[in-house]
Every structure is written in C-alpha cells, then in structure tokens.
DNA sequence: TGCCAGGCCGGGT
DNA sequence: ACCCGGCATGGC
C-alpha cells in the first residue's frame, strides 16, 4: 500500500535530513520566503547576504530603508523592484500588527487569522503564507509547491486539475500535524524537484520514488 | 545559447 | 472562472 509516509521515508533515506529553513531567525525566514519566489535559493542567498553586510536584516533596518535602496540591495534576487514592494508590503502588515515589531506576538497569532492576514498582503500568496507559518512560525501547516504537484501528478497520484488546497489537504489529512515533519517532508521534495522534477524533464527515470507502482488515487 | 528557478498579480476573454 | 504576460537575475 502506497502512502505519503512511505513517499516521506523514500526520501529521507535517499536525501537525508535537510534541516531547514537555512536562515536563522523569524525574520530571516520571512523575508527569504518572499525573496525565493519563483527563484532560486543562491540568488536568494546573495541578496540576503547583502542586507546581513549592510546590517539591513531586521524589522527596524529594513522599515527604515528606502523601497528603491531596498530593491537595490535584493537585485541578485530577481524581480527586485517587485520583491521590494512586497517586502514593504509585508512589514506594513507586520507593523499594523505589531508596531514594536515584536516577531513573537505576530507570530504567535492563532494560525488561522494570521494566515488570512498574510495572505490579504499584496505579493504574498498560499505558498509563502505558508512556509512563513511553518518555518517562521513553527505552525503545523504543510507547504506545497510546484515540486509537490510534479511529483504528485508525474507518478500518477493525482490529477492534472489539483489545486493547490486539495494537495495541502491530502498532506494534512493523510499525515500526523507535526512541525518537524512537514518540515522535513516539504525541503525533501524540494531536493527531488531539483534534482529529477525539472521543468524540462517531464519524466523521472531514475527518481528515488521509481520504486512505486503508483496508481491514480492511490494514497 | 536558451531554459529554468522553493510565485503572484492583473488584465483580458 | 480560466488563461496569459509580466516581473529579472544568475547557473547550467
């Protein structure tokens, strides 16, 4: 019988324990989240490397600078000047919610009202939403991808029409609600994605999951 | 060289 | 309710 659980030890026996998020505190998290959109992660990581130079990577530093300075800054990112504003767009929320900027208390919101809130901040949408609340947030929400639907859908175990709840669904459904756990499932599949679900290779001869016979609907 | 990366928004059907 | 173009740098 076919489960995520045994999708999930596949994984970690071939990938290993990732151990994310690679950055080290609550804002870190978050900004990286919006910074990795649709790119990346080394070019995330020379843009975040450039605010830590200049002392930029905090909540007072990055709300006192200006948007086109900011932009300036994240440019290796990609879509800098767009990231900038959503960046902006975020610490506004943050400071509506928070004025201090106290992390804690944004975060420690029921996860719920703090999704909505996310999710109502221009340039933040499910996928960022939620790996803010499981990785800056430490709220057991799965975070789906567009790793996640080329797995699911090239192996057969989902259709091509899923959208992105019904794929949560099945995660947080199908699975115990633990931290750790979607922690570690969702950086293993991005290591599957990068490493044999690219775009361009629309099938995934020697993946870690061949060993399946996966069948439409069963999971 | 062209294609791709840990999305999301806005405008057009 | 979909579908599509725009956003942009750096690696392979």
Redesign the pocket.
Known sequence: MLTLGNIYSALLAHFGPQN???GDSPFEVMV??VL????????VN?AITNLKNDDLLSFEALSALPEGML?EKI??????????RRLKNLLALISAEAPSGDLDSFLGQDTGQLRSKL?S?????????D?ILL?AGQKPVF?V???TYRMLTRHGFIGEETD?YEMQDLFMDTLERDVALFNEF??LI?CL??DY????KPRCQECPLGKFEPVLGDL
């Open positions: 994310w998020w690679p990286g989240a990795t959109q649709n790119t990346n992660w080394s070019n020379r932009a440019r290796p990112s990609g879509y800098y000047n767009l990231k900038a999710l901040v221009k340039g933040i949408g499910p996928e960022t939403a790996s990785y975070v991808d567009t790793y992105y969702h950086a991005v994605g990068k679900c690219r775009k361009s």
